[in-house]
């Protein structure tokens, strides 16, 4: 079971970069997918997710209107668009898989917002 989350950087403030998680090993359908950060010396904060059945996308309230979540399923992948990024942004950011008992973690993407 592999998540790989790509797409983050050092952007600057006011950018808008789209983080992709590529998923494999398995029923990716069947999943639903979530993006978490964590920034330096803060716990790890949900961002937003999206279900597998219909899917429906829910988002942290303050994330709603700058962040959007969509997925693909014929290319086992979920994205994250991120505008108007603020230094406080800059965190790692980690794509989140779960299904009744079963759960699986991307390694995380680092992005980094310059002022």
């Known amino acids: 079971v592999q998540l790989v989350e790509s797409g983050g950087g050092l952007v600057r403030a006011g950018g808008s970069p789209r983080l992709s998680c590529a998923a494999s090993g398995f029923i990716f359908d069947d999943y639903a997918i979530a993006w978490f950060r964590q920034a330096p010396g803060k716990e790890r904060e949900g961002i937003s997710c999206?279900?597998?059945?219909?899917?429906?996308?829910y988002y942290a309230v303050p994330m709603k209107g700058r962040f959007t979540i969509s997925r693909d399923n014929a290319k086992n992948t979920v994205f994250l668009q991120m505008n108007s990024l603020k230094p406080d942004d800059t965190a790692v950011y980690y794509c989140?898989?779960?299904?009744?008992?079963?759960?699986?973690w991307g390694q995380g993407t680092q992005v980094t917002v310059s002022s």
């Open positions: 999206i279900r597998s059945t219909d899917g429906e996308t």
């Open positions: 989140y898989a779960v299904r009744l008992g079963n759960n699986y």
